[in-house]
């Protein structure tokens, strides 16, 4: 049954072309079919310790507003005696953490200053809160 139209064959067409519509979706659909097996697949990790295993020591390392640097809540003279503290920890078999806790308004200087004074003095275990 054909539709009948007033339209002659010069008039233009006024619909509108949904092919593209139509691509665009299948490619969405072919998209979704491909990903969907991977997330399925799942991996278990275990995030707890061997059991009997020791918990590193933790040193915290805090830096003032004002650029001075407390160890485990004493005070350092300088970063030479900072710089000594950092090597006696590096040669140990068991390297403890270092828990660098910069105040929001201490100076960049200081923070990279002892950011850089660990890593040279060979500490494995550094983190920043």
Do not use: C
């Not at 068991?94 to 923070?111: G, L």
């Amino acid at each position: 049954m054909a539709i009948s139209s007033n339209l002659s064959a010069d008039d233009p067409i006024i619909e509108m072309n949904t092919t593209p519509l139509i691509d665009v979706l299948l490619v969405l659909l072919i998209m979704v079919i491909i990903t969907l097996p991977l997330m399925t697949h799942t991996t278990s990790l275990q995030i707890q310790g061997a059991p009997g295993a020791i918990a590193p020591e933790v040193i915290a390392v805090e830096i003032d507003f004002d650029g001075v640097v407390v160890w485990n809540g004493q005070q350092v003279r300088d970063f030479a005696q900072l710089e000594a503290l950092f090597r006696a920890e590096a040669v140990k078999d068991r390297q403890a953490d270092v828990q660098i806790r910069p105040d929001p308004r201490a100076s960049y200087d200081t923070v990279a200053r002892v950011l850089a004074i660990a890593q040279r003095s060979g500490m494995q275990r550094i983190g920043v809160t």
